[in-house]
Structures are given as structure tokens and as C-alpha cells.
């Protein structure tokens, strides 16, 4: 049998491009630059043997093997993490501060968020936990998180709210510049997700019979089916080949809450990340050149 040592940065790189739909926004989430993660890539894939990304237009998606490694590295890199933040916190220096925040927050506001928390924890070093409202609620309550911002708090204790997330919806271009079909084309995460509760909540309103054309439980697999003209999704922001839908009954802002989940000791997170999303809101508000 065949013994393969698999750096963990190249696994930290897959998965970032898995959830972010590219290499350009995986690489801005890690800090790191473009040909890093590509030279990530390259040795990963010389070391499996196998793809795990073939292009589509200007995105990437993943081949039917890249499919199951995500899964199985997916696991074994959240070992790898759970591991050395216990081992960080029993030991007699301080571990890393773990943040968690929801995909939808990466590519408006991450930056910021992650300077602030650099701020307020001195000198321990920072990891950042993407993930699903859901599963940020259940991994502050196992303590593998130190403080989570999510858009669904659950029945989590101790949640204090931040202030609102803008979202709009996104279409592939034809999609976004004609009017809403009949019925109307959805695409959203996997259940349970406050973001796809929010969508059929909306259009309920609006008066428009959806049909679930896609459905993933990451953003880059949502982007890859708006991309490819599937459907309209509810996010914070497009990813490359999206256009934002300006016309119509779709065309309005809609704000989501968001939450912070964190330990009493940390409370002093929590006005400087509101004001950091109050100016992100702001920006995004702003008209843009076409």
C-alpha cells in the first residue's frame, strides 16, 4: 500500500476553493496568492493521482473524483484542526481563537472581521472556521469555535445580535436582465439554512410559486448552478458570472440579521465587528459604475 503524506496547507487550499468557487477568492480568504494555491493544487493532485477541478467558463468546478476527496479531506482536516486546538488550549500557552463566520460573509467583509478579532486577542494567533450557521452554532457549544457570526442563532444562549447582511439576488446575465420566469427557477443551500428560509419566505410575498431547480450544501457549488443559468439564488455577493437582478420585483435589497455566538470573555468582540459590518453594509450600498 501506498503511503501519502498530504501537507494540511494544500488541504486548507482544495477545501477554500471548493467553498468560494475559485482560486482568486480561496487565495484572498487564506491570505496567500494566487500561484500559491495553485502550486497547492498541482502537488495535491500529482499526489492523489487524479483532477479535482476541471474549468467551466471562468469558475472552476469539481470533477466526480474532486466530489469525493472533498468529503474525505474535508473530514480529515477537521480532525487535523480539533486536534490542535485541544492540544493548544491543554497545554500551557494559550491555542489559537478560532472564528467562525458564514460563506456568505467571506468575500464582503472577511478582512475586516479578521482584523478586529487580530485586535482583540493579542497575541494569539488566529484560525478561521467557514461554515454553515448551523454547524457554527453546534461547534461553539462543543467549544472547537471561540466565537461564531451566523445569520441563524438557533436557541444558542448568550447570542448578541451585530446588525443587518444586504442581500440581493443573482442570475447569470440573460437571467438577471429578462423578467422572472414562470415558475420561477430557485437555487439555494441544503436544508436547514436560514439563508434558503429566508428566499421561499420572500418570494411567498412576492406572490411567486418557486421550483427547486439546484440545491448544494457550499456557496461554490450555489454559484456553479447560477453560473450555468439554472436558477436566481439570495446572496450577500456574486461570485464571477453572476450579475445582480436591478429590475423587476427582484430588484430590492433584502437585510438579514446577523448573530454573534461567544463566550462572556469575548463581549468586547462584539461593538467593534458591529461598526466594521455597519461600514461593509455601507460601501456595498453605494451606486456602483456599470
Known amino acids: 500500500m501506498r503511503v501519502v503524506d498530504l501537507d494540511p496547507a494544500h488541504l486548507r487550499s482544495f477545501l477554500a476553493i471548493v467553498r468560494f468557487g475559485g482560486y482568486h477568492r480561496a487565495a484572498e480568504a487564506l491570505h496567500l496568492t494566487q500561484p500559491a494555491v495553485s502550486r497547492h493544487m498541482r502537488r495535491l493532485e500529482a499526489q492523489l493521482g487524479e483532477p479535482l477541478f476541471e474549468r467551466r467558463g471562468r469558475g472552476v468546478e469539481l470533477t466526480p473524483y474532486g466530489e469525493r476527496a472533498a468529503a474525505e479531506l474535508g473530514a480529515v482536516l477537521a480532525a487535523h484542526n480539533r486536534a490542535v486546538t485541544r492540544l493548544g488550549r491543554d497545554g500551557r500557552r494559550a491555542g489559537p481563537f478560532v472564528l467562525g463566520v458564514i460563506e456568505n460573509l467571506v468575500d464582503p467583509v472577511l478582512p475586516d472581521l479578521l482584523a478586529i478579532v487580530r485586535e482583540q486577542v493579542g497575541e494569539r494567533t488566529v484560525q478561521l472556521r467557514v461554515d454553515r450557521s448551523f454547524q457554527l452554532v453546534e461547534r461553539v457549544g462543543r467549544g472547537e469555535v471561540d466565537a461564531a457570526i451566523v445569520l441563524?442563532?438557533?436557541?444558542?444562549?448568550?447570542?448578541?445580535?451585530?446588525?443587518?447582511?444586504?442581500?440581493?439576488?443573482?442570475?447569470?446575465p440573460a437571467l438577471a436582465a429578462a423578467g422572472p420566469p414562470e415558475p420561477f427557477p430557485l437555487v439555494a443551500y441544503d436544508p436547514p439554512c436560514g439563508?434558503?428560509?429566508?428566499?421561499?419566505?420572500?418570494?411567498?410575498?412576492?406572490g411567486v410559486e418557486p421550483t427547486l431547480m439546484a440545491q448544494s450544501p457550499h456557496l461554490s457549488g450555489v454559484h456553479a448552478a447560477v453560473r450555468n443559468g439554472l436558477g436566481y439564488a439570495l446572496l450577500a455577493a456574486g461570485g464571477d458570472g453572476l450579475r445582480p437582478v436591478r429590475h423587476g420585483p427582484?430588484?430590492?435589497?433584502?437585510?438579514?440579521?446577523?448573530?454573534?455566538?461567544?463566550?462572556?470573555?469575548?463581549?468586547?468582540?462584539?461593538?467593534?465587528?458591529?461598526a466594521a459590518l455597519w461600514r461593509a453594509t455601507t460601501r456595498r450600498s453605494l451606486p456602483q459604475a456599470a
Open 152 to 172: 441563524d442563532a438557533g436557541d444558542a444562549p448568550g447570542a448578541i445580535e451585530l446588525g443587518p447582511l444586504t442581500l440581493r439576488w443573482w442570475a447569470a
Open 195 to 206: 439563508l434558503r428560509d429566508l428566499a421561499l419566505r420572500r418570494l411567498g410575498e412576492l
Open 250 to 274: 427582484l430588484a430590492g435589497t433584502i437585510d438579514a440579521r446577523l448573530w454573534l455566538l461567544v463566550g462572556r470573555e469575548h463581549h468586547a468582540l462584539a461593538a467593534p465587528l458591529r
